[in-house]
T-cell receptor, first 118, second 109 residues
Framework: AQTVTQSQPEMSVQEAETVTLSCTYDTSESDYYLFWYKQPPSRQMILVIRQEAYKQQNATENRFSVNFQKAAKSFSLKISDSQLGDAAMYFCAYRSPSYTSGTYKYIFGTGTRLKVLA | DGGITQSPKYLFRKEGQNVTLSCEQNLNHDAMYWYRQDPGQGLRLIYYSQIVNDFQKGDIAEGYSVSREKKESFPLTVTSAQKNPTAFYLC????????FGSGTRLTVV
């Protein structure tokens, strides 16, 4: 069974600095999708970035980028020029490519709470 | 604008009572999901539905029930059989990726 591990329950970063959130996963599948979701105090889940496992190039969305190491099964999120609005809970998620049991199953990590210090 | 609406935002349940959480989407997505979020445990899948009149149990379905009579609606009932219902509940729909609602906080009083 697939698992997703976020080993940092909480991280802090100074405004305008860079921070990296860690995520590791375990799977026997060769093709899959990885996501980072942001959950601000409003509790709404917002997609930050997505990575297809078959792509070697790391995904980038403005100040957010990932370091995808497929062999190491690592998927870290780097936030550059951190802003106060980046403060939130961040969840790493794995999606199987297999349309098993009628759905694409997502598996979420336990989250990392990011604090941004002014 | 298209999106997912969950209501109510806060819900209080007495012991032994059934309560229903609403989830409505106007995205024309076929697939809909219910997740439960507890501190330190991430999101856990309760039920999901791929099409109207069909739904499947997720990882923690005991004590919950759902229906999918319309494509737009996927209500979740938390029954008295759910022994620890206090949690935050998130509804999602999917096309290429998930779109989440804003959640319902359920508290047992």
């Amino acid at each position: 069974a697939q698992t997703v591990t976020q080993s940092q329950p909480e991280m802090s970063v100074q405004e305008a600095e860079t921070v990296t959130l860690s995520c590791t996963y375990d799977t026997s599948e060769s093709d899959y999708y990885l996501f980072w979701y942001k959950q601000p105090p409003s509790r709404q889940m917002i997609l930050v970035i997505r990575q297809e496992a078959y792509k070697q190039q790391n995904a980038t969305e403005n100040r957010f980028s990932v370091n995808f190491q497929k062999a190491a099964k690592s998927f870290s999120l780097k936030i550059s020029d951190s802003q106060l609005g980046d403060a939130a809970m961040y969840f790493c998620a794995y999606r199987s490519p297999s349309y098993t049991s009628g759905t694409y199953k997502y598996i979420f990590g336990t989250g990392t709470r990011l604090k941004v210090l002014a | 604008d298209g999106g997912i609406t969950q209501s109510p935002k806060y819900l209080f349940r007495k012991e032994g009572q059934n309560v229903t959480l609403s989830c409505e989407q106007n995205l024309n997505h076929d697939a809909m999901y219910w997740y439960r979020q507890d501190p330190g445990q991430g999101l856990r899948l309760i039920y999901y539905s791929q099409i109207v009149n069909d739904f499947q149990k997720g990882d923690i379905a005991e004590g919950y029930s759902v229906s999918r009579e319309k494509k737009e609606s996927f209500p979740l009932t938390v029954t008295s059989a759910q022994k620890n219902p206090t949690a935050f509940y998130l509804c999602a729909s999917r096309l290429h990726g998930y779109t989440f609602g804003s959640g319902t906080r359920l508290t047992v009083v």
